[in-house]
Structure formats: structure tokens, C-alpha cells
């Protein structure tokens, strides 16, 4: 159990907050909802602020968030401008010294906020902290973090290493395979889910990227903080329930970003001729899965290899909407 500040302590806080958490929704009303709810029952030891941007949710989550949180900060927009723009928004009207990005999909366990920012506060050279995700079971949600895209990790993803190789640190690096979460380590990627950052880095990146509309933003993020002498690490102390993709319930559309993300990760941050290199064995991904899944589905009739495959199938036929990615964005879009 938490200790909280007596009703004079936190007035005294409330003159320089301590957090700003910036909650991004659309389309996940009883989800953020819930998310608002757990961050005001388990958040007690430092002074905060909650700011939500809607990015105009047509399942009324706006009017929801307004009527039973009144006290957080809302900002409804009349369109979807992506998660990275809407969190640049919100940004810029935060009081907090640290910022805290959170997924509306998250439950707030045991105190995790008030723990993250102590894990900060223990390692302030950082610059850059995340926690541990889990699933509503309990079960280990391996998206806290993540290495940086490598053309060994490519090749070990584009062939399926990775698929027969998931715990192994060597086949499965990016994912950082083998290792739970269950330790306090540096990370090259602290994932948006979950992702705290000191406000002044924050500004001198410039927020995020506006070029990313969703999924990438985040390790782009990241590779710029490190260039600046940042240390992204996370800590199992502050854990948290990440269910993961609930804005995108058409499973081939979130696969489509997220390939257009690190499409647009690749032509950023890699030289030529990795970058081309990169580009080919992501066209690779979807043949190897779409082929092994429908060999492996015709000899042992199994239907649900048979879906995997019709799934891998449409993504690769929707290359031409993810393999250039991102188009790049106007600086006075951000």
C-alpha cells in the first residue's frame, strides 16, 4: 500500500507538479475509462496532472472522460491526427517536470507511477524510464521495450528465426528474448505505452516526430535521446497491465502501420545500403509467413495456421501502402 501525502503536503506539490500524464484515446472509451480510474486510485505519492487528448472517437469516449473525470485536462479534437501529433499537443500544455506517456489500454498496478518516478528520481541521469507490462492474466506483455532495429534482427525476423527462436537473446535480440522484464536494465527503446521522460529532453527533441502517425515514433524517439547522452532503462518495480492494439481492431490495418513505422525507422536512421537491405527483407516477412503457414496448414489441415496465412497473405498485398513508409510531415504539423 502507498503512502499518501496528507491533504497540506500535496498543496505544497501542486505549486510545481511533479508529473504530467498524457493519455491519448481513440476510440477506447470503458478502456480509458478504467485507465483514468486506476491512475487516481494508485497514484498517491506525487503531484500529477491528467491530460487526455481524444483523437475524435466515434464511440463517444469524450463526453464519457468530461462527465466522470472533470478534473482532467481534455482535449477533444474534430479529427484523428495519429498518436504522435497528439501527444506533441498535449505536451505543450503540460506543467509537469517529467512527462508521462500512457496508453489508454493500461491498468495501474501497485502504485506504479508513484514507483517509476522514484526509480527516476534513484536514477535521474537517465533521462528516459520505463516499467513492466503484463497482460489482464498476469502474464508477461514483452512490448515494454525493445532493441533497436539491426539488419541481424531484420534477417532473424524476415526468415522466422525469431518465431523458433523467441527466449533466445541471439535470434530473437530486438525483442531482447530470454530476459522477462524482471530486472532493472538499459534498453535502446522504452516503448509509448508506458514511457517517462524528463520534460526538458522532451523539448529540446522537439516531441515526437509528426512524420510518424502511429507505431515507431517512440524508437525514434529514443535513438534521438541517446544521441543526446540519454540512458532509456526500465524497471520491473512499476508494473502495469497493457492489453496492446485496442485502437486498431482490424488486425492487418495495425500490421500495416506498424511495418510503415519501421519502414520509416529504417529510411531515417539507416545509411545506404542498409537501408535498402532493410526495405527487402521486410518484403520478405509477410512471403516467408504467408507460404510456411499455408504449407503447414495444407499437410495438417489446421485452421487456424490456414487464417495465419490469408492474414500474412493481405498484408503482403498491401506492400505498396507500408514499404515507402511515413511521408514526411511539416515541421508546423507537429
Not at 516499467?131 to 502474464?139: A, Y
Not at 515514433?217 to 492489453?243: F, K, M, N, Q, W
Amino acid at each position: 500500500m502507498c503512502n499518501a501525502y496528507h491533504d497540506d503536503e500535496r498543496q505544497g506539490l501542486d505549486r510545481q507538479l511533479d508529473l504530467s500524464i498524457i493519455v491519448v484515446s481513440y476510440n477506447t472509451r470503458e478502456m480509458t475509462l478504467d485507465c483514468l480510474a486506476s491512475i487516481a486510485a494508485e497514484t498517491v505519492t506525487v503531484s500529477y496532472e491528467v491530460i487526455v487528448v481524444d483523437n475524435n472517437s466515434s464511440d463517444q469516449s469524450a463526453a464519457a472522460i468530461a462527465r466522470q473525470f472533470p478534473e482532467v485536462k481534455l482535449i477533444a479534437l474534430d479529427s484523428n491526427v495519429g498518436f504522435a501529433r497528439a501527444n506533441n499537443l498535449a505536451a505543450k500544455q503540460a506543467r509537469g517536470r517529467r512527462l508521462l506517456l500512457l496508453n489508454p489500454d493500461t491498468i495501474i498496478l501497485d502504485c506504479a507511477i508513484d514507483r517509476l518516478l522514484e526509480f527516476a528520481d534513484a536514477n535521474a541521469s537517465f533521462h528516459v524510464w520505463g516499467g513492466r507490462t503484463v497482460f489482464p492474466d498476469g502474464s508477461l506483455n514483452r512490448t515494454s521495450c525493445f532493441r533497436r532495429i539491426s539488419l541481424w534482427n531484420l534477417l532473424c525476423f524476415a526468415l522466422g528465426l525469431t518465431y523458433f527462436g523467441r527466449r533466445n537473446p541471439i535470434l530473437n535480440s530486438e525483442a531482447y528474448g530470454g530476459w522477462d522484464r524482471d530486472t532493472s536494465r538499459h534498453v535502446d527503446i522504452v516503448t509509448g505505452c508506458f514511457l517517462l521522460i524528463d520534460r526538458p529532453l522532451w523539448e529540446r527533441l522537439g516531441g515526437f516526430d509528426p512524420t510518424f502517425f502511429m507505431y515507431g515514433e517512440e524508437a525514434d524517439l529514443c535513438h534521438r535521446a541517446r544521441s543526446l547522452g540519454a540512458r532509456p532503462a526500465i524497471t520491473p518495480e512499476a508494473t502495469i497491465v497493457h492489453y496492446g492494439g485496442a485502437s486498431d481492431v482490424v488486425p492487418v490495418d495495425k500490421r500495416v502501420k506498424v511495418f510503415k513505422g519501421r519502414i520509416t525507422l529504417i529510411n531515417r536512421h539507416f545509411g545506404w545500403p542498409a537501408r535498402t537491405i532493410g526495405q527487402a527483407l521486410h518484403l520478405i516477412v509477410p512471403l516467408t509467413r504467408w507460404y510456411g503457414y499455408s504449407m503447414a496448414a495444407a499437410l495438417a489441415r489446421n485452421a487456424e495456421w490456414q487464417e495465419n496465412a490469408v492474414y500474412w497473405e493481405a498484408v503482403w498485398r498491401r506492400r505498396r501502402e507500408w514499404v515507402g513508409g511515413y511521408e514526411v510531415q511539416r515541421a508546423e504539423l507537429a
